[in-house]
C-alpha cells in the first residue's frame, strides 16, 4: 500500500494492553509478552525524545460487569476476572516503564476508541497518526488499528512490537501473520521496530538521533 510520512509532532504511540495477564503468567498471556514490553519501552524512549505522545491502554471491566456489554456473554467469566478493575492482573506489567508525561487510558472494550475519549484527546492535540503496539495482536491491537483507520488516523502496526497467542487450535504465529496481512491491505502500514526507529531518528537532529533509535 502507498506509505505515509512520520511526523512526530503528529504522531501518538498508542501501547495497547500490557497488563500482567497478558504479559505473563495467566492463560491469557503470549509467549513473546516479555520481549514485546522491551521492545515498546525502547520505542517509547525514542518516541518521547522526538515529541510523540505516549499512550498506554488497559482493558478493565467494571467489578459489577455494568460497562462490558455483550462481552459478559462472549468471555468465560475467570478472562473476566483478570481484567477487573481493582485485580492485580489487569494492572500494567511491571517492567513497562510509564513516564509522568504518558497518557493511561481505561478501556471497556478490545478497540481504545470505544467508550473512551481517545479521538478527543488525539484530536486535542493536533495528532492524526498513530503507531499501534501490545497484546494481543489479532484482537485488541488489530481492533484498536482498524477503529484507528476508520476514523481518518494514519496508522502504523509493528509487526515484532504485538504478540498473540494460540487461539481456537492456530498457532500463534500464524494469527500473528494473518493480523499483519490483513491490516497491511487496507488499514495500516505495518513495520518492523527497526523501521519505525528509523523514520523516528530521521526526523531529529542529529544530536538526537541516538536517543530517537532507542539508545541508551
Do not use: W
Not at 460497562?67 to 476476572?81: K, Q, R, S, Y
Not at 501473520?177 to 502500514?189: D, I, N
Not at 526507529?197 to 533509535?213: F, K
Amino acid at each position: 500500500m502507498t506509505g505515509f510520512a512520520m511526523v512526530p509532532s503528529r504522531t501518538a504511540l498508542i501501547n495497547v494492553d500490557l497488563q500482567r495477564c497478558f504479559v505473563e503468567g495467566s492463560p491469557l498471556a503470549s509467549p513473546g509478552g516479555r520481549a514485546v514490553v522491551e521492545r515498546v519501552n525502547r520505542l517509547a524512549r525514542a518516541c518521547r525524545q522526538a515529541g510523540v505522545t505516549v499512550v498506554h491502554t488497559r482493558v478493565s471491566v467494571n467489578p459489577d460487569r455494568s460497562n462490558a456489554g455483550v462481552m459478559t456473554e462472549l468471555m468465560p467469566g475467570f478472562i473476566m476476572d483478570l481484567v477487573t478493575e481493582g485485580s492485580a492482573s489487569a494492572e500494567l506489567h511491571d517492567t513497562l516503564e510509564v513516564d509522568p508525561a504518558d497518557i493511561i487510558l481505561r478501556k471497556p472494550r478490545y478497540g481504545a476508541f470505544h467508550g473512551t475519549d481517545l479521538e478527543q484527546i488525539l484530536r486535542s492535540r493536533g495528532l492524526d497518526t498513530v503507531i499501534i503496539t501490545g497484546i494481543a495482536t489479532n484482537i485488541c491491537c488489530e481492533t484498536t488499528a482498524r477503529e484507528a483507520s476508520q476514523h481518518d488516523f494514519r496508522v502504523f502496526f509493528v509487526s515484532d512490537g504485538t504478540a498473540t497467542m494460540e487461539m481456537g487450535g492456530v498457532p500463534a504465529e500464524d494469527l500473528q501473520r494473518a493480523a499483519c496481512a490483513s491490516l497491511g491491505q487496507v488499514f495500516a502500514q505495518v513495520v518492523t521496530l527497526d523501521d519505525i526507529l528509523g523514520r523516528i531518528a530521521r526526523t531529529v537532529p542529529a544530536a538526537g538521533q541516538a536517543a530517537a533509535a532507542g539508545i541508551r
